[in-house]
Antibody
């Protein structure tokens, strides 16, 4: 069974870049889509974007100017970069495997999530 | 972007009772609707997709219904492990969007 684990700094200063990595174990990254989803404390969930194993990406329009998702299948990892962060980017960040049934459906395997706080 | 609205925000139910949660889309999403369960401190779990189809291992007491813009999640007989927050999510259009959630609490 595939397992995902987020890693990265838990504190980022305003205007700087948030960088997280997701390590995938127990399965191949090939032929899957991989995503980042975030959840501000006490609030709902937001899809940030996803990447195919080949490297093609799709980002949420609201974040497109600030977000980059990349993949390194040789390391079984994919990564998130979000630049010019503000306090509004404080959230639990989840990496997840996309569930695909002829189309992107949702996420069926998730990491435990990592809280990133934006503060000086 | 399609807006998803869930009601009620909180549902108080006694164990063994039936719970019905609602989800409304700002425009038609056909049957491209999924439900997730999230327990405190945990990641969400995909319960249902395609409006009706339960994910692997999800008990039959969970059932989904609806189409277009109006959807429901029904839990036929609440068990202790079912008290959690439930989110609907549409996947008809990118970006995929979630509702604000319904918290099912013990009455």
């Amino acid at each position: 069974q595939v397992q995902l684990q987020e890693s990265g700094p838990g504190l980022v200063k305003p205007s700087e870049t948030l960088s997280l990595t997701c390590s995938v174990s127990g399965g191949s990254m090939t032929y899957y889509y991989w995503s980042w989803i975030r959840q501000p404390p006490g609030k709902g969930l937001e899809w940030m974007g996803y990447i195919y194993h080949s490297g093609s990406t799709n980002y949420s329009p609201s974040l497109k100017s600030r977000v980059t998702i990349s993949v390194d299948t040789s390391k079984n990892q994919f990564s998130l970069k979000l630049n010019s962060v503000t306090a509004a980017d404080t959230a639990v960040y989840y990496c997840a495997r996309v569930f695909f049934r002829g189309a992107i459906v949702g996420a069926d395997s998730w990491g435990r999530g990592t809280l990133v706080t934006v503060s000086s | 972007e399609i807006m998803m609205t869930q009601s009620p925000a909180t549902l108080s139910v006694s164990p063994g009772e039936r719970a019905t949660l609602s989800c409304r889309a700002s425009q038609s999403v056909s049957s491209n609707l999924a439900w997730y369960q999230q327990k405190p401190g945990q990641a969400p779990t995909l319960l249902i997709y395609g409006t009706y189809t339960r994910s692997t291992g999800i008990p039959a007491r969970f059932s989904g219904g609806g189409s277009g813009t109006e959807f429901t999640l029904t839990i036929s007989s609440l068990q202790s492990e079912d008290f959690a927050v439930y989110y609907c999510q549409q996947y008809n259009n990118w970006p995929l969007t979630f509702g604000g959630g319904t918290k099912v609490e013990i009455k």
